[in-house]
């Protein structure tokens, strides 16, 4: 203790060592023990990897902000509706056995996307519904994300991939063709999908052995 210190006031001694005791146990928390009790977690047999083509529009989801207003973690019903939104069961660890990092996000301005292939499969509408939101979803808040289509005058060319927007939104003579980079987007939001069993009947087997008594 430093001299002249009282025996509750702090000198730099004590607060290094209470900031390391702090850190140490908040360490331990939130990194050691939920590694030590998942990094035996498998993968769902359900579950599928992500494709190259997938993963570049994962990388998309990032780079275009998705996560900042979506979230990918349905909560159980005694937290949130979320089930009764539609947007599936609650979510376990194992769902996320492919996803680095994870993109669980922290808010909800839109609806929770984890099982947005299951809810919403087709992929004219998440092409359309990326070029212009309101066009498929009236009141929406979502900005629209021109820069990942091409518009133009004419026909589209061999192989490229149009959107068919609906009458309201469809200019004539004009052609609104999806770049690359929101066709490997879409592939990731169909890929989205996390409908099967969160429990297998093994699972619930072992459960049941560690239950108390």
């Avoid at 494709?51 to 780079?63: C, E, H, K, P, V």
């Avoid at 839109?110 to 509408?125: K, M, T, Y």
């Avoid at 998440?126 to 900005?143: D, E, F, K, Q």
């Amino acid at each position: 203790m430093s001299m002249g210190v009282g025996k509750y006031e702090m000198d730099e001694l004590r607060l290094v060592v209470g900031t390391m005791v702090i850190l140490s146990v908040a360490t331990a928390l939130l990194v050691v023990m939920p590694y030590l009790l998942l990094k035996d977690t498998k993968p769902p047999a359900k579950l599928a990897p992500y494709t190259d083509t997938q993963l570049i529009g994962r990388q998309s989801y990032i780079a275009n902000g998705c996560v900042y207003c979506h979230s990918q973690q349905p909560r159980d019903i005694a937290q949130a509706p979320d089930a009764l939104r539609g947007w599936g069961r609650a979510s376990v660890a194992a769902d996320y056995a492919y996803d680095t990092p994870h993109l669980l996000g922290t808010m909800r301005t839109g609806p929770d996307l984890l099982n947005i292939g299951a809810r919403q499969p087709s992929r004219d509408w998440h092409l359309g519904h990326l070029y212009a939101p309101r066009a498929y979803t009236p009141g929406s808040i979502m900005p629209p994300y021109p820069y990942l289509f091409e518009v133009r005058e004419g026909e589209a060319r061999a192989g490229e991939v149009v959107v068919n927007l609906p009458p309201s939104h469809a200019k004539p003579g004009q052609v609104v063709v999806a770049k690359p980079e929101v066709l490997a987007l879409v592939d990731y939001l169909i890929a989205l999908d996390r409908t099967y069993p969160a429990l297998t009947a093994e699972d619930d087997l072992a459960v049941d052995r560690k239950a108390p008594r």
